[in-house]
Every structure is written in structure tokens, then in C-alpha cells.
């Protein structure tokens, strides 16, 4: 269970306080933090809460949303990536999660917005270093490329980070948004020593309705976790294993049930 | 509006007779038949009713579903893309669209299933040399990898293709299963030779509640399909532009005003 981190979302009722309490009663000793809950609680007072706990921050989700053309958006969303980089170096988060953004409304030029994430990542490297923080690229489900991530593979994350320092750019590996690739197996290899994040959901079918809210937790679904546990391992990863799940059931449930499922089904379907 | 094809399953409510008299009426030259409602009329009189019409079959769907394990559930999934070939023939159709399949039930072998169509497809290509019909392997949207179609990518369709003669087996290129693929101007200029069929639908957004009705007309999305079109041609491709739209929207509605919709946007968004 050392390698076991909660992504505070797959608890979504719970608020820093509670999910940090939730983690050390589970025996969890990673957590992977949002900005609006720690945000809710104050960013020196949520560091306070983890280190106290001794937890490791193994993620702080997210900064990204950098397709906006050049402009007041554009310059709006590189200031708030500029304070969630200080949030990260606060907390001591292993890396700052990059959720790119889809294309900006009414656009259809998919290889501009790309070309301006490429920018923008440039733009914000000089602040990550400063910091001291590792911007993690998460290529999302190309499910999500219209309105919420225009990067989609690995491979394409990975070409994106290659210009700066591994320590400065990484590339999360999250089964739920790479587990269909064709060449994951040589992508991941390929990403090896730039892994910040590994995280772990289930897909799982019928597709629910929310498109969002359509990830399951693992078991329940069609990804063989152990194969992608191995493959992260092989290209030397070793840190934690984040389990971020955002499903309406779960959010229903009791969390620390809902916890006490997540170290049952990780022990079954990720160790092993 | 000599190279506009209506996919038969556009305007979901028309038999085959309908939707060759829609297309008569509307002036459009192809029809992309689906295997369901010409059994329903029988191939031979469909075979009569496009030719009566002049109309030429741009495809026939569709084949495949061929990732079962081996065994009697494989070996009747072959047999059925055997009549399926002969059907195709039957019409004259130019190309026999394979969608490949799904993980089996309970499986979590993404691997497997894809070595498995693999070896189906060499076991289908001497039945469709013989026949004169040419397989067109239909890389899916990551989004069905799970139930619909283990096949996600244009380059994975392509090397899946190579060990056969363009002339039996091509793939697909169809706007809502590709747009998001960041390598896809590559792949679609290595497919020179070997489109079979280039379909078109856009990618909508907020992601409809089913996921297998979330295509969206042209211009009601995020979709160039201008770009789209300019790459297969300069890929040597002049065949059909068949447009097919899942949508329980234009399923509710008129088919000819469908039909009237699909042409007006067909120029303001794919010509041009």
C-alpha cells in the first residue's frame, strides 16, 4: 500500500481535511490534490494538513487550458498556471497535472491549438524551473480533444516535452487515457526517466451518459492495470500509483467505502 | 454533387427503395447500403434497385466482428463476413467496410484481439479476391476500442493492410473516427492507393448521452472537413464522399429535409 496514492476527486464529497484524515486511517500514504478544494481551505493550511499527516503530494491537478488565441485569455490563463506552479511548490507536489484545453469555441483548427499549447508550455517552463515544479503533460482520451485536451497520445506528449529538462516536463501515464493506443507499449518506453504521474482508472461499458463522469474503478472495466504497472516499471518508474476515478456512484457512495473498495480492487487488479 | 454518397443509415427510417428514390430525387449518385435492410428486401432486388437507379454502391456495411476466440462463435463470425463478401459483390458495391470487433466478453487482452482480427482478415482476403470485393478496414474512434472496434488508428488499419494487395483490402477514412489523431496527415498521405472509402460526420459537442448516436452533421461541430478532403485527395483519392451520420436527432426527423440538409452543408463545409 506505500505506492497507493488517492486522487482527492475519487473522494469528491471529501475536503482536504477530510480526505487527508481518510488516507491516514486507510494506511494510504500518498494523495494527489485539486486546486479548488485545497484553494477552499488555503493553500499554507492544506500544505500544513499533509505534511502533518506526513503524505506525499503525488500530484496537484490541474493547470492547462492554454488553446485560447493570443490575447487578455490567452495571457489570463498563463497567470493562472503561473500561481498553480507556486500552489505545487507549496504543497511539495511531485508535479503540477497539465490538462491542455480543447479547441477555443468556434474554432475547428486543430493543429493551431496544438501549436499554441507547444507555445504556451515554453512560456511556462521558465516559472516551473524557478519553482522548482515538474509540469506533468497528460495526454487525454481523444474522447476529450474537442473540449478539454487536444493532446492525445503519449507520443505526441512525449514530443512536446522533449525540448526542456525532464525535471522540468514530464508526461503522466493514465490507463483510462491511453490504454487503446495501438503503440503505448514503445511510447511508454520511450518515456522513460519523464514519467511524473501514474494514474489508474477502469473504462468501462455501456459508455455512461456523462461523458465526464464515465470513468470506473478498476475491475469494473476493460484495462489490464498489471500490464501497464510492468510497463511503467520497465521504463523506471517507481513512485506512486494514483487512483483518480470521477464516476456518479462513486461520488454517491460512502467515501471511506469508497476507499476501502480502491485498496481492495488495486491489491486484485494493479499489485500482483 | 457528383461525388456525394448517403450512407443508408443517415436517414435511419428509409428501406433500400426509399433511400434509392431519396437519392434519385435529390440528385446524389451514391448510396452506402447497410447489410440489415437489403436482406430485409433481399440483395438481388436492392442489386435491381441501385442499378435501375444508376446509383453506384459506394459501400456496404459492414463486416467484421471477428475477435471472438477460436471456436464455433469465430468460426460462424467468419462465415458471416463470407456472406457478407458475396452480398457485397452481389451489389457491386466498391468496398465491404469491416468493423472489427471489440474485446470479448470478459477479456482483457487488448493485444490478443487485435492479433486475432489480424489473422481474421488473412482468413476473409482469399474469399474476397475471389469475389472481386475489396475489405476496407474502418480504424474506429478510441472511444469504441472497448465494444466496438480494437482497431483505433489509421497507421494501425495501414499496417494490418500492408501484407495485402490494395485491391483487397483498404481502409476507411472517416472524419469522426480520425480528427483527433495527431499523426494523421502522415497516415492518411501513406495511404495513397488504399482509401477505400472516405466518409464524413462531425465530432459534436457536449458528447450525447449515447454514445453510439454522437455524430453530429457537418458544421454542427468541431470538424474541418475541407482539410480532410484536400488530404485524401492529395492521397490520390477521387472516389465517393459518403456521408454517415448516427444521430437520433435526424433519425426523428424528415428524411428528406435530411437529405436536403446534407447536401447544403456537404457544400458549404466538405466543397470549397
Redesign the interface.
Known sequence: MDRLSLNQRTTERWSVAEAVDGCVRAGIGSIGLWREPVQSCGVAAAARMVADAGLRVSSLCRGGFITAFPGPERDAALDDNRRAIEEAALLGADCLVMVVGG?PPGS???AGA?ARVADGIGALVPDAEAAGVQLALEPM???Y???RGVL??L??ALDLAAPFAPSSVGVVVDTFHV?????VEAAIARSAGRISSFQVCD?I???P???LLSRGMMGD????FRYFRRLVEAAGYDGPIEVEIFNADLWAADPDEVVALMRKRYEEHVLG
Not at 179 to 183: H, L, T
Not at 221 to 224: A, E, F, L, P, R
Request: proline share 10%; aromatic share 12%; hydrophobic share 40%.
Open positions: 479547441l475547428r483548427d486543430l496544438r482520451h481523444p474522447l480533444c474537442a473540449d492525445s497520445t507520443d505526441q490504454w487503446w493506443d495501438p503503440v473504462w461499458t455501456p459508455f451518459a456523462d461523458a472495466g476493460h484495462i489490464d
